[in-house]
Each structure stands twice: as structure tokens, then as C-alpha cells.
């Protein structure tokens, strides 16, 4: 009989640990956890085994022959019938043991594979975890719910015997995690398999995380790899927004109290002063690649060529070859050293447009290879983009859509609805939203809170939500007007990212926020129409929120209405006492 030794357990996460595979669990044996060189006290209680039964067996032979009495025996005879029902003993529980284990193997043979491939810990194909504590507990039987369901439900909750193996290619590194959706065919069963391993590598269940009622196939290869669920969230309406003549009802996405429900009072002051006007002052997606010279004076050729008028319409004919779409509209060079940073803008119709402008800028850097062969192109982006980090290029040139939105608010509605009055809300921009601001040392963060609005309806529309760090950049301004009885206000956003296509916008539940605004995908008769719109709607909800925050700030009803909305009813009379 094969005898094997285990080897020790590795830490989790070490890369080197042995891979057991399902198909070894059969040839692991009881045996193997015992620490003594197994393979020399079998042959030694084999041999002594059949030595003592041969010694005996001779002696009873004499015995009957000579007729004398059998129980009578000798030193050499007892020792030998000692020794005999000792290794008789060893072998029975030894092979027993096997043959026991043999047999309960064929009849559980996948629960048996599970345990020796989790207790193994072999290679972890998905991402590493960190050796947590969740690690260092036992990992969890192959269905927790077993004892706590009936069969008819554990079938449902299970994998199948076929989706079980693909669980076990999956932990033992044989199936790579992100190929299961090519392999199955099936979206929504791969993320079923997906998550069944994960679960079983973390120890973590993800009870909270719906799998069910998710098109996985609109996703895939094109808003998120290896899902394993989708996270929900509130979607709140506020409005109406009365902006440029028409109605909005807005979308937000938010977990914070008191956020709808604010820019709902934003809104209706504007709607009962008249509403709110917009205006779009530039639309242009940057990209700014970074390449290099071999002296800072080929990097300044490059800029001098890049910047010329001259060159200009070449440029944007190789560049607007990226897509119908795209329209170079400038380009603007800064160097550092002998590193030139080219800074493209382009229109990019209804996409936000970061794919499309990365095309164009890749063609034209195909293209300075000839007028400049000892170009050395380090990255497509050098951050003088800037893509989804604060920076003063995208505060001053603008990135996406500039928008500027302002409604003059009259006195009435300042009182009844807003509950201050405007000096007040004039002085407290000032000295908050301005002055304060500048003491922060903000960057486009001249503002009370556009983050909070722009978040809330990128997240309901699909848009890119790490962009929110540029598309809010914001400064609100109020002065009083019309004999200094009425508040003029307005939100200026250089920097609104949005598109109406491409990304998450197709996505079922984005697209029908989308909708709800008149805004969904495309506009067919003029491209980049519904793009704009949707910037300007954004601008309209910061106007009202704006609006409404500062109101409550001046007004000190910020920390009531925060009890009222961010606390459940029986947490109330608590935070009040606190
Ligand atoms: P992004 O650059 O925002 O990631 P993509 O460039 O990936 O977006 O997606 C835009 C896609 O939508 C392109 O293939 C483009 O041809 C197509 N498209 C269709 N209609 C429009 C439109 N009106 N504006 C922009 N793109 C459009």
C-alpha cells in the first residue's frame, strides 16, 4: 500500500503552497497524519506479524505430535503470542482504517474533495486577501445552509454537481476566475461560481449581496469584471427643476439623509421664482499624453509645431479619425524639462468621451513619428488631463462641459420658502463659500456642497462616478438684486464629465434615470445635445442645492433637519439628548 506524507500547511496567501487537486483526495490517506516513518513500522509489524504466527503454528504442530498439553507454554511461546496479537492490533486498526476511510470517500466523495482542497490552501486564483482574521478561522463547510434548511431549498442555494467541479477548478487555480463567463456562456451562472468560491476562500457569505434580479450580460466587457452582485441603492426624485423653460425631475442615487429633500426645497424656490437659466460656455474632453526628447529644445519644437495654426487642420484630420464623433478642438503643450505634456480637447458628441479622445490622441502621436522620429512617448496620459484628481488645469481650462446656471430668487420665496433672508444669504456666501474657501486653500471647492448633488445624479445615470472629483469643482455666487430685495444666484462648473452614452448609461436601471430626464442615449439630430442637457440639468440640481444649504446653514436649521432626516424616528429623542 502507497503511504504518503503530508506536507505542512503553508500560511494563506504563500504562493508556494502545495496544490492538492480534487482528483488526489482519493489517494490521501489517515496514515499520512501520522508522524513516524510509516513505511518501516509496517514492514516491521508485517514481518513480526508473520514470524510469531510461523513460530507458533510450528510449536502447535510439535505439540499435537508429541500429545502434549497445549496450554501449557513457554517463555519463547508467550512472548511470541504477545507479539503476535500486538502487530495483529497495528495492521487491524492501520488497514482498518484505510479501508473505513476508502469507503466513506466513494460515498462523499465531493464533500471530501472540498475539505482536502480548502484545508490544503492552495494557490488562491482570484485576488489575494490579506490574512485577516476572517482567514485564520476555519474555512466553512461546502454549504453552511445544510443544517439549517430543508433539502428542497439546499438545492436551490448549492451549486450542482457541474457548477460544483467549476468551484473547484476556480479554488485550485485550474479555471482562472475571469474567464468563467467565456467558458459557461452563461453570465449569471459564472457570477453564481464566482461568488460560491470567493465565499469559500473569504469564509464570507455576502448574505446582503443580491446575485438574482441583475442583467450580468450588460456588463460584460464593458462596465465590470468578475461580478459577484450588485450593491442597491435608494434612488430619491427631487423636483421639479424649472431650468430653461422645462420641467426636470432628478434622479439621485444617495444614502444621506436630508439630500433629496433638500435640493427638493432648492428647486421649489427656484420653480416658484420664474426657474433657473443655463448656459453651456465650452464642451471639450481633454487628454494630455507625456513624451520625452533628448534635450528640452526638441521639446519645445514640438510644442512650437503642435500649437501652430498652421498645423492645426492636418492634426485634427488625423486625430477625428477616432470617430464620427470626435472633433479636434485645440491643443495646448507645457513642458517640464525635456517632457512635453500635450494637452487635447476634442468634442465628443453624447459620450463623455474619454475612449474616444484616447484614440484620437494615439493616432496623432502615430502620425508626429515621421516629423519627429526621436519622439520617446512615455505614457497616453501625463495628468495634465486631468482625469479623476483636483487639479487647477481643469479648474481654469475647463474639462467636459462648462456650464454656468443662475436663478434670481425673489424676496418672498427667500422667506417662506428658504426661511432667512438674502443679505443674510449674501454675507454668508461670502464668508463661507468665498473667503472661507480661499483660507482652505481650495481648489474649485468654492462651493457648500455640488459634490453631494453631482454624486448623487452621476450615480443614478451612470456616469463615472471618480470624475465627480473634477465635474464639481464649483463657484457659487450671490449678490442681492432689483434694490437689493431679491438673490441672484449662480453656480459656475467648468468641469461637468457626463455623457449620455457609452459606459453605465446602458445599464437598465441608468438608462430609465436617464429617460426620466429626457436624455437617454443618443440625440439623432443634433450629437452632443443630450450630453449638454444633462450637464446643465446637473448644474440646475447644485443651483437648488446650494440654495437650500445655505439657507438652512444661515438660517442654523442644518443640525434640526439633519436629526429629522439622517436618524430613524426612535433614534431622535437620543440625538436630541446627546
Ligand atoms: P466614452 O468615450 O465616453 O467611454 P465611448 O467612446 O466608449 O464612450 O462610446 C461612445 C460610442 O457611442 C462610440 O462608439 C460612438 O460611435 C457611439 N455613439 C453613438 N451615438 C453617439 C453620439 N450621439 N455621441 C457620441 N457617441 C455616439
Redesign the pocket.
Known amino acids: 500500500m502507497g503511504v504518503r506524507h503530508r506536507l505542512p500547511p503553508k500560511a494563506a496567501g504563500d504562493g508556494d503552497a502545495p496544490r492538492v487537486h480534487a482528483s488526489d483526495a482519493s489517494a490521501i490517506q489517515a496514515s499520512d497524519a501520522l508522524p513516524l516513518p510509516i513505511r518501516h513500522t509496517n514492514i516491521f509489524f508485517s514481518v513480526l506479524f508473520m514470524a510469531a504466527l510461523y513460530f507458533l503454528m510450528c510449536r502447535w504442530r510439535e505439540k499435537v505430535r508429541a500429545s502434549s498439553p497445549l496450554h501449557l507454554l513457554t517463555l519463547s511461546e508467550i512472548l511470541a503470542f504477545v507479539c503476535l496479537v500486538a502487530s495483529l492490533i497495528y495492521l487491524i486498526s492501520f488497514f482498518g482504517i484505510s479501508y473505513v476511510q476508502s469507503s466513506i470517500l466513494s460515498h462523499d466523495d465531493i464533500e471530501e474533495k472540498v475539505n482536502v482542497v480548502e484545508s490544503s490552501q492552495p494557490p488562491l486564483p482570484l485576488h489575494r486577501f490579506p490574512p485577516t482574521a476572517a482567514m485564520s478561522i476555519p474555512p466553512p463547510s461546502p454549504c453552511p445552509l445544510l443544517a439549517e434548511i430543508s433539502d428542497a431549498k439546499i438545492l436551490s442555494v448549492c451549486p450542482n454537481d457541474e457548477d460544483e467541479n467549476i468551484v473547484q477548478s476556480v479554488l485550485s487555480g485550474e479555471i482562472p476566475s475571469y474567464i468563467l463567463e467565456s467558458k459557461l456562456g452563461d453570465c449569471r451562472r459564472a457570477a453564481g461560481v464566482r461568488r460560491e468560491a470567493v465565499r469559500r476562500m473569504t469564509g464570507r457569505a455576502m448574505e446582503g449581496l443580491p446575485l438574482d434580479g441583475f442583467d450580468y450580460q450588460s456588463i460584460l466587457g464593458q462596465c465590470c469584471e468578475m461580478p459577484v452582485g450588485f450593491v442597491t441603492l435608494p434612488v430619491g426624485i427631487a423636483g421639479p427643476l424649472v431650468l430653461d423653460g422645462l420641467s426636470y425631475y432628478l434622479p439621485m442615487a444617495t444614502t444621506e439623509g436630508c439630500l433629496v429633500a433638500s435640493t427638493n426645497r432648492g428647486c421649489k424656490a427656484i420653480a416658484l421664482s420664474g426657474g433657473a437659466q443655463s448656459v453651456v460656455l465650452r464642451d471639450a474632453m481633454s487628454r494630455a499624453p507625456v513624451v520625452r526628447f533628448a534635450t528640452a529644445q526638441r521639446a519645445a519644437h514640438l510644442k512650437s509645431f503642435l500649437e501652430d495654426s498652421v498645423n492645426f487642420d492636418t492634426l485634427a484630420t488625423v486625430f477625428n479619425r477616432s470617430?464620427?464623433?470626435a472633433r479636434l478642438q485645440g491643443i495646448h503643450c507645457t513642458l517640464a524639462g525635456r517632457n512635453v505634456y500635450v494637452r487635447f480637447s476634442c468634442s465628443?458628441?453624447?459620450?463623455?468621451?474619454?475612449?474616444?479622445?484616447s484614440k484620437g490622441v494615439q493616432n496623432v502621436l502615430d502620425y508626429l513619428h515621421s516629423d519627429f522620429p526621436d519622439i520617446d512617448i512615455i505614457s497616453i496620459s501625463g495628468n495634465f488631463c486631468s482625469d479623476k484628481k483636483p487639479a487647477a488645469v481643469n479648474w481654469i481650462e475647463g474639462r467636459g462641459k462648462s456650464v454656468v446656471c443662475e436663478a434670481t430668487i425673489k424676496e418672498e420665496v427667500v422667506l417662506k420658502i428658504l426661511k432667512t433672508t438674502v443679505p443674510a444669504l449674501v454675507e454668508l456666501n461670502t464668508i463661507k463659500n468665498l473667503a472661507g474657501s480661499a483660507v482652505a486653500g481650495a481648489l474649485g471647492g468654492f462651493n457648500a456642497h455640488a459634490s453631494n448633488i453631482v454624486t448623487a445624479i452621476y450615480i443614478a445615470t451612470g456616469q463615472d462616478p471618480a470624475q465627480n472629483v473634477e465635474s464639481s469643482h464649483c463657484i457659487t455666487m450671490m449678490e442681492a438684486v432689483n434694490g437689493g430685495k431679491d438673490l441672484h444666484i449662480s453656480v459656475t462648473m467648468p468641469s461637468i464629465e457626463v455623457?449620455t452614452?457609452?459606459?453605465g448609461t446602458q445599464l437598465a436601471a441608468q438608462a430609465a434615470c436617464l429617460d426620466l430626464l429626457g436624455v437617454k442615449g443618443?440625440?439623432?439630430e443634433s450629437?452632443?445635445a443630450?450630453?449638454r442637457r444633462l450637464a446643465t440639468i446637473i448644474a440646475g440640481a447644485v443651483l437648488g442645492g446650494e440654495l437650500s444649504l445655505m439657507s438652512a446653514l444661515a438660517s442654523g436649521q442644518l443640525v434640526n433637519s439633519h436629526m429629522k432626516y439622517n436618524r430613524s424616528s426612535r433614534d431622535i429623542p437620543k440625538a436630541a439628548a446627546a
Not at 465628443?348 to 479622445?357: L, R, Y
Open positions: 470617430s464620427r464623433f465628443t458628441g453624447d459620450a463623455m468621451g474619454m475612449n474616444m479622445v455623457g452614452v457609452g459606459g443618443p440625440n439623432l450629437p452632443g443630450n450630453s
